[in-house]
């Protein structure tokens, strides 16, 4: 693959699976072992675009389509001033 990292210029990228989280209005998708392609030097995350549309489709199905989530967690919810 030849590309440059956007943000530091380098070009060495190892490939890796992440947990990926996904955010609209307020409501959440975590997606686990999402294949990605990370930047050695400033550990920046690139996604391919069909991963990442795959990902919002799944999204809509289960908030807009009923499907139901292999798994579901409570997440806390804090603001910083007040901790
Ligand atoms: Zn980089």
Do not use: T
Request: glycine letters at 4%; one cysteine or more; hydrophobic letters at 35%.
């Amino acid at each position: 693959m030849n590309k440059i990292c956007n943000f530091c210029g380098h070009k060495i990228f190892r490939k890796k699976q992440v947990q990926y989280i996904y955010k609209h209005n307020e409501r959440f998708l975590m997606v686990n072992d999402v294949p990605c392609e990370e930047c050695e030097y400033c550990g920046e995350q690139y996604f391919q675009a069909e991963v990442l549309k795959k990902i919002e489709q799944d999204f809509q199905d289960i908030y807009f389509s009923g499907k139901k989530a292999k798994k579901e967690v409570k997440v806390p919810i804090e603001e910083f001033v007040e901790i």
